[in-house]
């Protein structure tokens, strides 16, 4: 059974520090998919990233940037010179592609207070 | 309106009643799915959908009922409700074969009292 692990429950930081979140995984797949998903204080969940596990290049996107690691099972999310309006609840989460299944499997999240 | 909806957005209810919860997406994605999210557990998948009338169980489908006659609907009932399905409900739809990110609609909040 596959398992994602977001050991850090809570993150508070100052605006514009940077601030990273960690996400490892567990799967014995060869073939999966990887995703950050975003749930403000306005509680929508809204999806942020999708990585498949044969792509291991890193992505930005303006202050977003995420690092993917195979070797270590790891999928971290760093903001840098956060903001105010980055303090959410942020979920990793796993996918395998079998079947019908296309279930996620989440996180527990992790709660980042950016503060002015 | 285009993308994923729910309603009601917040229900009351009182135990052992039934109660349906709605979902309908404009995108005909394939893929449709039930999460409920609470407190020290996450989220945590209800049913999912692959097709119209292809449904299966996911992680936590005790004391739930799904159908999805429509591509576009996928109705979640609670057949007689209790206080332990005091939760926040979400809807998911999935695309295309090669796109497996899910998107979620707004939310319902459920109180059985």
């Known amino acids: 059974a596959q398992k994602v692990t977001q050991a850090q429950t809570e993150i508070s930081v100052v605006e514009k520090e940077d601030v990273t979140l960690d996400c490892v995984y567990e799967?014995?797949?060869?073939?999966?998919?990887l995703f950050w998903y975003k749930q403000p204080p306005s509680g929508e969940l809204v999806f942020l990233i999708r990585?498949?596990?044969?792509?291991?290049q890193n992505e930005i996107s303006g202050r977003y940037s995420w690092n993917f690691q195979k070797s270590t099972s790891s999928f971290n999310f760093t903001i840098t010179a956060s903001q105010v309006v980055d303090s959410a609840v942020y979920f990793c989460?796993?996918?395998?592609?079998?079947?019908?299944?296309?279930?996620?499997?989440f996180g527990s999240g992790t709660q980042l207070t950016v503060l002015p | 309106d285009a993308g994923i909806t729910q309603s009601p957005r917040y229900k009351i209810t009182e135990t052992g009643r039934q109660v349906t919860l709605m979902c309908h997406q404009t995108?005909?994605?394939?893929?449709m799915f039930w999460y409920r999210q609470d407190l020290g557990h996450g989220l945590r998948l209800i049913y999912y959908?692959?097709?119209?009338?292809?449904?299966d169980k996911g992680e936590v489908p005790d004391g739930y009922v799904v159908s999805r006659s429509k591509t576009e609907n996928f109705p979640l009932t609670l057949e007689s409700a209790t206080r332990s399905q005091t939760s926040v409900y979400f809807c998911?739809?999935?695309?295309?074969?090669?796109?497996?990110?899910?998107?979620f609609g707004p939310g319902t909040r459920l109180t059985v009292t």
């Open positions: 998911a739809s999935s695309g295309t074969a090669f796109s497996y990110e899910q998107y």
């Open positions: 995108w005909s994605h394939s893929y």
């Open positions: 989460a796993l996918s395998l592609p079998q079947g019908s299944a296309r279930q996620l499997t």
């Open positions: 990585r498949n596990s044969f792509d291991e």
């Open positions: 959908s692959a097709a119209a009338d292809i449904t």
């Open positions: 799967t014995r797949d060869t073939t999966y998919y």
